[in-house]
Every structure is written in C-alpha cells, then in structure tokens.
C-alpha cells in the first residue's frame, strides 16, 4: 500500500441516522462540502493541503468538536447568500467561549480564504493568519461573528499579506482583532466586548472608513493607520492616540473619554482633524503626559472656549501635564458623521436600534416612504412608516433603506443591521 493511502488521514462518513458528516485528517483534492451532507461535524483536525480547494455550499453548518480545527493551505471558498448563510459553530450542547480552536490560515504555504454571509461562534480564534506573506490573504463580507475570544488574529509579526473585510457585524467577542495589519475594514460595526482592533505597531497600514463602534469596555482601537468617517461611541476610551494615527470626519461621543493622549512620547494632534467630538462624560480629550499638544479644526460643540475647555483634562488640571490647544475650532458639526440621521433635507430623521433584531422607530413621526435592499442591490421590502418599521423577517445581516420625504423628492441612504 503507498505510503500516501497508508497515512491518509481523511474520514467522509456519512451517518443517516443521526443526518450527518463527520469529517477530519487530510484533504488532498478539490472538496466540495454541500447542503446535502450538512451539518459537516469535525470530530478532529482537519487540514487543506496546498493546490487544492475546499468550497462551502450556501446553507451548511460546520460544527467543532472541542478544541479542533481547520487548517487552510489552499484555497477556502465559503460564499453563502444573504437568506442562507454558511455556519460555522461548536457541537457542544452547552458551548462556552472559546471551546473550539478556529480556522487557521497557513498562507505561506499558499492559504487564502474568500467567503461572504458567513456566522462564526464560540472560537478561541475564529480566523487566525499564522505566516508572513504576500497577496491576498482573506476576503470576507456581509458576515457575523459572536461569541468568540478573538475574531481575527493577524501576524505577530511584518508581513505584506493583505486583509478585505466589508460589511460585517461583529459583536459580543472578547476582542475583535488583534496584530491587525494591511487592513481595509467598511462599511461594518463593532460592538459590545473588551478590545475592538489591536494594530501590528510598526505597520499603519490599516484602513477604517464607514464604520461603528460601541460599547468596547477597554478600547475600540489601539492601531496606526486611518480611521474616516466613523462614529466610535459609548466605550471607555473612544481613541487611543498613537503616532501614526489619523482621525477625520468621524462622531466621536458618549465614551467616557473621547479621546486619551496616553503616548509617553511626543506626538502630533494635527492627525486629528474634521470630527464632531462631544458628550464625552469624562472629557473629552484626556492629556496624560507633560509636553504640549495641538489638536485643533475639530467641533466640540460648542464656539465658547471655556466651555469647550472644561470638557479637557491637561495643564490647567494638573500642573504636571502639558497644554492642550484646541483653537482654531470648528463650530459647525454637521459634516462630521451624526449617529443614524439622514440628510437635512428629510429634517434628521434618527432610527434606533441599530442593530435591530425585529422593529425599527424612528423619532421623526412624519410619514416615510422606505425601501429596503439587500447589499447587492435587490429591493426586500418596501413599506410606508410613520413611527416604526417591522424588519423581523427580514435575515440576520446588512441592508440598505432608502427613505423618502413626504413628497418623495428626496431621498437618503441608510445603513441597517439586522440582528
């Protein structure tokens, strides 16, 4: 018998009665893993070997037993569709945090993982990026992760592999990402655990832009790179700065501290520019170390400097701290990103939640002419609303709502996220 059959480490067993795949070992051919053999159980490692692919149908469940895996050496495509959407989760009865071990991407032996309208949980890693290397490593979208220790967990180390990551609702993780680098992060939200993105520190290139973050009780970020366009709120500390770090266009509100000066060494506040940083319950900038800092062209809310002053801790509260500058200022807040309003011209509506698991209401009583589409373009529902909106059949994911005023000559797009 060839050695290579001999250690073949692949089982494909089909078990009708209980309507399952058990799978583990080796995959040493193009595999295709269907909706016919769902749910797929990993009973024990499981490993893409290079110049192949795995693919996931649309609708299939991939369960973990405790502490197993699946190693990527190929190529993974797991695109599901945003009314059956590919699962990835535990087999435990009771699953805890952490009790299955993740997807690893070997991508220095060729590694790449495609996918779109995926659920992950209960992952110590949910997807880890094991080597340094070049290319496309990951590209995911319209995806929801819970329950996991880490969501992402990049390189500890440089590397030129690149991260796409668009359209994704991950909440309820211990942290989201940590050793982030060469990131392009849209159109997403981040909410409710300890530590949002924890940048690879030499490498700022990680890029956010039309993105939310919330409810983190430690940071949202703690990276280099750009942040556009964003409304970062309700966390313990909004921003962290850091040296290479850039903040433009965004809300920075209701955190505790907006933003924390906590870098021992000198660092420029000119790379925070254009956002509306108020509401902060603490302060809204917190200076903790004796030299200077300018960080003005931003809205505070308010155009009396010594109110915009008392929403400050530096050298006029601790004689050890340096100054901070905030002047010139911005009085106009309206080109920073608001929370949920719409344009002026609809009177800014404002909706919540967001996300919503079944109503959506909105504080603006008028009546609305609403249009939901999916996020490739496909018009889901279309209603009028005054006060609320049911979304409860719509599927758990991202769409977009085009609302008109009364006389429908105007319109806004809007982000909604369905729980």
Known sequence: MKKSIFYLLFLFAFNFIYGQTNVSGGLFSNTT?????????????VALFPGYTLTIDPGVIVKFDSEKKLIIRGLFICNGLDNNM????SNDSSPTVGIWDGIKIENAQGGKLIGSYIYGEYADQFIRIMDT????????????????????????????????????SVSENISAFIYAQNVTLTNSVFSDGEKGIHGWEPNPNIFISDCEFYNFSVYPFNLEGVIDNCHIHDNAVGIKMKPNLIVKNSTI??????????????ISGANIYDNKICDNTEYNFKHYYSYPITIANNCWCSEIEDEISETIYD????????????????????????TNDVSDNLNKIVFYPNPSKNIIYFENDSFKYIEVYSINGILIKKEIAENNLDISELYRGVYIMKIY?????NYSLVRLLKD
């Open 33 to 45: 893993w269907d909706i016919n053999g769902s749910p797929y159980i990993v009973t024990d490692d």
């Open 86 to 89: 590919i699962t990835f989760t």
């Open 133 to 168: 290397s070049n290319g496309e490593v990951l590209n995911l979208n319209n995806s929801e992760f819970k329950y996991n220790n880490f969501v992402f967990y990049g390189k500890d180390g440089s590397s030129s592999h690149q991260v796409v990551l668009d359209y994704l």
């Open 253 to 266: 509100e209701f955190n505790t501290i907006g933003i924390a000066d906590d870098y021992p060494i000198p």
């Open 315 to 338: 050298g006029y509260d601790n004689v050890d701290l340096g100054i901070v500058t905030f002047s010139p200022f911005n009085v106009d807040c309206s080109s920073s990103l608001a």
């Open 405 to 409: 005023n009364e006389d429908k000559t």
